[in-house]
């Protein structure tokens, strides 16, 4: 079974729409991130979280908002999408002990997500 | 500003041949530097890293040589494979929790 997996894979929905875009991990990392992929533009940090109580806003947070239900689920939400969020959604994880100081991520299989 | 660059354009390469892919930036100072493989359709995966003080790692066909001076890092592939064919992107490790900043990648293509 893949250690992060992300629901659902591919989403079509309209302009105004709510949307929840979710991800688990089974790699018991404390750490949680959100990133959106754009061609030209390559991964940009949306949110991230160190443990379940805490979150913290990546570089393109507006229009997004993220909840921390577990060690295991770091769910992403768009309140009302737009056209321009249109783009590919990866969660990530990661975990600081041992040898991993350079924070090495591991990524989740990505949502393709179209705004109309 | 912070800014990482890598090629945007494609490298096509032939097979056996050594393919390697640049990796720039400017105003940051990284612990760490990382390289990571995207297949398409997928998230990246990582390959190899080198830290600030390492000149040079190896890890089978795949070598990376960091220039902090240059502000540079090179990713070299020997041996080039179609397998091989993929978008790989650089990353820097800063700060004091070791924040993540991606490149855009590169496309490489291994041609037959």
């Known amino acids: 079974d893949a250690d992060v997996t992300q629901t659902p894979r591919n989403r079509i929905t309209k302009t105004g729409k709510r949307i929840m875009l979710e991800c688990s991990q089974t790699k018991g990392h404390d750490r949680m991130y959100w990133y959106r992929q754009d061609p030209g533009l390559g991964l940009r940090l949306i949110y991230y979280?160190?443990?379940?109580?805490?979150?913290n806003k990546g570089e393109i947070s507006d229009g997004y908002s993220v909840s921390r239900q577990a060690q295991a689920k770091f769910s992403l939400s768009l309140e009302s999408a737009i056209p321009n969020q249109t783009a590919l959604y990866f969660c990530?994880?990661?975990?600081?002990?041992?040898?991993?100081?350079?924070?090495?991520?591991?990524f989740g299989p990505g949502t393709r997500l179209t705004v109309l | 500003s912070q800014k990482i660059e890598q090629n945007s354009e494609a490298l096509n390469i032939q097979e056996g041949k050594t393919a390697t892919l640049t990796c720039n930036y400017t105003n940051y100072s990284p612990a760490y530097l990382q390289w990571y493989r995207q297949d398409p359709g997928r998230g990246p995966v990582f390959l190899l890293l080198i830290r600030e003080n390492e000149k040079e790692k190896r890890k089978e066909r795949l070598k990376v040589t960091f220039d902090t001076t240059l502000k540079q890092s090179l990713f070299h592939i020997t041996a080039s494979q179609p397998a091989d064919s993929a978008t790989y992107l650089c990353?820097?490790?800063?700060?004091?929790?070791?924040?993540?900043?991606f490149g855009i990648g590169t496309k490489l293509q291994v041609i037959p």
């Open positions: 990530a994880t990661s975990d600081l002990t041992g040898d991993n100081t350079h924070n090495e991520q591991f």
């Open positions: 979280s160190f443990d379940v109580k805490d979150i």
């Open positions: 990353a820097l490790t800063t700060g004091g929790y070791q924040k993540v900043t």
